[in-house]
């Protein structure tokens, strides 16, 4: 009942700090308005629509090519399996709470018996010292940027380039799971290319900061993508059509991928906010990115309440589900998108009155 | 050049013989048109688009449950690593043309490392005998109906009813690849919940004769698909939102289910238009669905040119490739959809009447 009663009174209210709107099919309508009816679908891989994006793409990411796949789960699998047939060695690192590790089902181990070395502690960020002590040859290291279960972190600049050096002088291939690339340009104040300079290769995703219908893209040196295709096809997701996916991914990265600095800057604005509160603090405190986890030192039975209280007197719906992560605490996700600007300055003032004031222990 | 020579000459007709018409972005605006913009995306496999519609088919299908995949590739790989599991034999048996077989890159090999008895001839279908003279253990035999890849031929009813009683009482689940189910339907005079009902998992697919965007079902009992579902994870097909391919799946059935019939009668037609002319056959001799295959005992270069210039004065395009099946043959595959009843009769009756003449040895 809880529960229901958060997403009730989310559900009714007219602003939200989170995302960029409901998920519904005038996303994908909205996509394809503009584009010519006439316009041919790619076939299994091949046509100007798929091949044009991919080509885009490449060049944003600064590699020499790139293949679309239908998730990100099916292109991460591919990539970390082709590293590991390559060496010989069937075996990767990644965090703890790396996203095949934790919702995939198992499918790397499952499809692709590839044994993974857990790097790091789960609540912090690979660090050069992990990689260097790594116990057994691994073939590729997963680094995930920004690390999103523990709410978007991010190691120094620095790190990356001197994992990356260490990677390439002892022969491990370094893979970016850049679901959340574009996100964090503006805080590192470098190019897709310039990080991506630093892997191997690279997945990035279209329907979390770009707000698309689903899709990813891997991307790498031709000899890589092209065995790819091979997997991408014993996947299963050699699709005779990928172009819904395709033409919304464009459609909203161009759309978006400018509004980056925007969403940026405002998860800084918020997460200060949040911080200011009564009882209420962020990971990160200050933002890498545009998202941050927003944790409460109250008992989530007794905050929801509160919550949809305040949701009814400001209009701001600010998450609609809590997670408990003590008897005493709970914590939401949060990651800026277009709804943040819609809110009134005054109802976002009273919000964090009103949080302030409520939020006692 | 004699290749562009026929595929230019095909793209200028007015008229063509096979299927629904180019696959261009309209077919999914089309879909699109009629539902709600606010009708919200399936999650993750979750919600009402995704559940509608899989509870829909599965009524159709005659079993307990359905679930939807992006691919029949990853579909059927998945419903046989499942019967393999359960049994705990690695090994099942199908036609030496299955799909699984010659179109995707063995990844039931190297995926699941399911090995393969291929059954029968490749010219004929599988026979209750080729499978009571299985050499070694099976969990699982897969049976295509139509066997696309010898122009859709199927064996009698009984033949079915017998394998399947066979396979019943020696522990041999049966999974049918239905991609062309609705198609054999007025052929076997049977509804799709009396043929499923022989076979333990059911795969059909929503682009060959409903013609949608792309998009599979697979069915059977509540446990099956469950367990499906785990693998659709692992293999990278659970995405965040399946509904591109859900709603025009929903769309093409419902305006083309009633059509089977027709495009039947029409395939029948046809082939013994092509089987009247000299140096032309058709296989099957009398189609048993919508599709067949056109055999012409002239060389492929020899024939290009004449087709080429019967496309022009009749305004109908037969094939727009041809594949050289020996020296001096040479054949395509022909679906009937849309497309064939738009022909006026009287450049019908002057296309068959000018083959004739001019497909000379």
């Known amino acids: 009942m809880g529960k229901n009663l958060l997403l009730n009174a989310f559900k009714k209210t007219t602003y939200q700090l989170a995302g960029h709107g409901v998920r519904n099919i005038n996303i994908l309508k909205k996509a394809l308005e503009e584009i010519d009816d006439e316009l041919e679908s790619d076939i299994y891989g091949n046509g100007m629509v798929i091949e044009d994006f991919e080509k885009k793409m490449a060049e944003y990411l600064g590699k020499e090519s790139a ?20 060496k010989g060695i069937k075996r990767v690192a990644y965090h703890p709470l790396c996203h095949l590790e934790i919702h995939e089902e198992d499918g790397l181990k499952e499809l692709h018996h590839i044994e993974t070395i857990l790097l790091a502690d789960k609540d912090k960020v690979i660090q050069l010292d992990d990689v260097v002590h790594l116990e057994e040859e691994v073939s590729c290291l997963l680094l995930e940027l920004p690390q999103r279960e523990i709410g978007g972190q991010l190691p120094e600049y620095k790190t990356l380039e001197d994992i990356s050096t260490y990677c390439r002088k002892n022969g491990i291939k370094l893979h970016l799971d850049g679901a959340r690339l574009y996100e964090i340009l503006p805080y590192y104040q470098k190019t897709a290319a310039e990080i991506c300079e630093l892997f191997d290769s690279v997945y990035i995703s ?16 031709n000899i890589f993508t092209e065995e790819s295709k091979v997997w991408k096809r014993r996947h299963g997701g050699d699709l005779i059509s990928l172009y819904p996916y395709i033409l919304s991914a464009e459609y909203f990265f161009n759309l978006r991928i400018a509004k980056m600095e925007q969403y940026f800057n405002e998860a800084r604005e918020l997460a200060e906010l949040f911080n200011q509160c009564y009882a209420i603090s962020t990971t990160p405190k200050q933002p890498v ?7 409460f030192e109250l008992q989530r039975e007794k905050l929801e309440p509160i919550l949809a209280e305040i949701y009814v007197a400001t209009g701001i719906g600010i998450t609609s589900n809590l997670k408990e992560t003590s008897m005493d605490t709970c914590s939401f996700e949060l990651s800026i998108g277009d709804r943040y600007e819609k809110i009134p ?17």
């Open 67 to 86: 293949v679309f796949f239908p998730s990100g789960t099916m292109a991460q699998q591919i990539a970390l399996r082709i590293w590991c047939d390559r």
């Open 206 to 221: 279209f329907y979390k900061g770009i707000g698309g219908v689903a899709g990813a893209i891997l991307a790498g040196e």
């Open 289 to 295: 990115s545009n998202m941050f986890h927003v944790h």
């Open 345 to 361: 300055k005054e109802n976002l003032r009273q919000l964090f009155q009103l949080l302030d004031e409520k939020c006692t222990i």
